[in-house]
């Protein structure tokens, strides 16, 4: 049971990307009118377990998956045929339309029984668990989701730890708040950023609270997370982790949902001159990763939504241009596109049996330790299922250096001298003891 996503409407000619938005949507105006309405405190960050796959930092040695090269031309040919054109995709931030606000709630915001409402047709029942999960959420006084079709929401509860999130999400006549689907994560710090199968309101089941880029990081020019991803063709019937559903449609060789790309660790990011936001983005998802989270109309990255901020500065992120002209970069200004050709993917399933941090290798000597020179064992030469790449031999992790345990570094620090005085006075008073009871 998932929930399908309508599709985007697509433009004939690339030329009409100036007056049509990525998604489909007409473009808002760079300049957003302000409003009276006070909007919601998102300085809430990382809110997962700290070993979430959101907040891991990539190791030097990250496995690329053996059809990468594949992966990444198909991902570029998509970036051409939705807006772009050849030798120049088309990859954009959404920021006003096609992507969720975040809003931090406490329990003094008003409670709301969120109505599920049945946009699929679904059968008469459809919505029991659903309607249980959203009832009594509190939504702060600025609460608006994504004024799209998707209509995307995320509220975290900074007093509970609850994490919401809606899908098609909309004010009914008579007030309520209503949601086609969605789901909760009732202490997200106990959780690795999934929602249970088959809730959420992303197409892969992944939190979009842990993935989505916050004005604030573009500012500071830092991200560190995960950054996500929509893109037009996913694959159909794979699932990485740690994505637990999927709406991939395709069946060649696209990537799957919630796989993994990243810029290779010795890619020189100062080699190229890119935008400032270009240049953010690519250094995360050189340190961090990105991450496949929906189908979607075009090649887009997932950006904090306008409606949830108090100060909405994208004209000041973006240099006055859309994000899809940043992330293409500024020919006045001598600069590169966003290097997506020099993307690799990970293999499907990678970090799913990793021990994060990555553990830092042991130095043994040689001359104390009888075993140092015996061949290290993996289960490299295991017979593995294909599909399972995190025990195939590309993402197998060798397995670190034995140590001796606890009890045995005890054991070695045992001040053998001082044990063999201890004997022979032990010795001595047991002799002495002999001679007492002969006499």
């Keep these: 049971m998932s929930h399908c996503r309508a599709p985007r409407p697509v433009l004939a000619a690339a030329t009409a990307l100036a007056l049509v938005s990525i998604s489909g949507a007409a473009l ?17 960050e990382g809110v997962f377990s700290d070993d979430s796959p959101f907040y891991r930092e990539l190791p030097d040695d990250t496995p690329v998956a ?3 090269e594949i992966l990444v031309s198909s991902l570029y040919q998509q970036g051409i045929d939705n807006y772009g054109q050849p030798d120049s995709p088309s990859l954009t931030i959404n920021v006003y339309h096609w992507t969720a606000p975040l809003f931090a709630a406490s329990t003094t915001d008003v409670q709301h029984d969120i109505r599920p409402w049945n946009c699929q047709n679904k059968d008469p029942g459809w919505d029991a668990e659903l309607a249980g999960m959203l009832r009594g959420v509190h939504l702060p006084a600025a609460f608006e989701p994504d004024d799209t079709t998707d209509g995307n929401v995320s509220i975290y509860n900074v007093d509970t730890g609850q994490l919401v999130e809606l899908w098609q999400a909309r004010q009914a006549p008579d007030g309520a708040w209503e949601a086609c689907w969605g789901g909760m994560i009732e202490d997200a710090s106990r959780s690795q950023g999934s929602f249970p199968v088959p809730y ?15 004005q604030q990081e573009l500012l500071d020019g830092s991200i560190n997370h995960v950054v996500g991803l929509g893109i037009p063709k996913v694959k159909r019937g794979v699932i ?5 559903r999927t709406d991939g449609r395709e ?7 919630g796989q993994m790309l990243r810029l290779p660790a010795d890619f020189d990011l100062d080699s190229l001159n890119l935008s400032p936001s270009a240049r953010t983005v690519a250094q995360a998802a050189q340190d961090y990763g990105i991450i496949i989270t929906d189908t979607s109309g075009a090649l887009a990255f997932a950006g904090e939504h306008a409606s949830g901020l108090l100060d909405v500065r994208y004209e000041e992120i973006f240099r006055g241009r859309y994000s899809v002209e940043e992330m293409a970069g500024d020919p006045a200004r001598g600069e590169d596109p966003f ?12 970090g799913q049996d990793l021990p994060w941090p990555p553990e830092e290798p042991i130095a043994v000597d040689p001359e104390s330790d009888p075993d140092a020179d015996r061949d290290e064992v993996t289960s490299a030469g295991e017979d593995v299922s294909p599909t399972t790449a995190a025990a195939s031999p590309e993402t197998t ?15 070695a620090a045992i001040p053998w001298a ?6 022979l006075v032990a010795a001595g008073a047991a002799v002495a003891g002999l001679l007492l009871r002969r006499r």
């Design 66 to 68: 053996d059809d990468s």
């Design 200 to 214: 959420g309101a992303a197409a892969g089941g992944l939190a979009m609270w842990g993935y989505t880029i916050r």
């Design 251 to 257: 069946d060649g060789t696209e990537l799957a949902m």
């Design 397 to 411: 992790a060798a397995a670190p250096p034995e140590t001796t345990s606890e009890a045995e570094e005890q054991e």
């Design 418 to 423: 001082a044990v063999l005085v201890g004997l």
């Design 240 to 244: 990485s982790w740690p994505a637990v």
């Design 28 to 44: 808002p105006a760079l300049s957003r009118p302000a409003d009276s309405i006070d909007r919601s405190d998102t300085s809430v």
């Design 339 to 350: 290097p997506l050709d020099q993307l690799v993917a990970l293999p499907v399933d990678y």
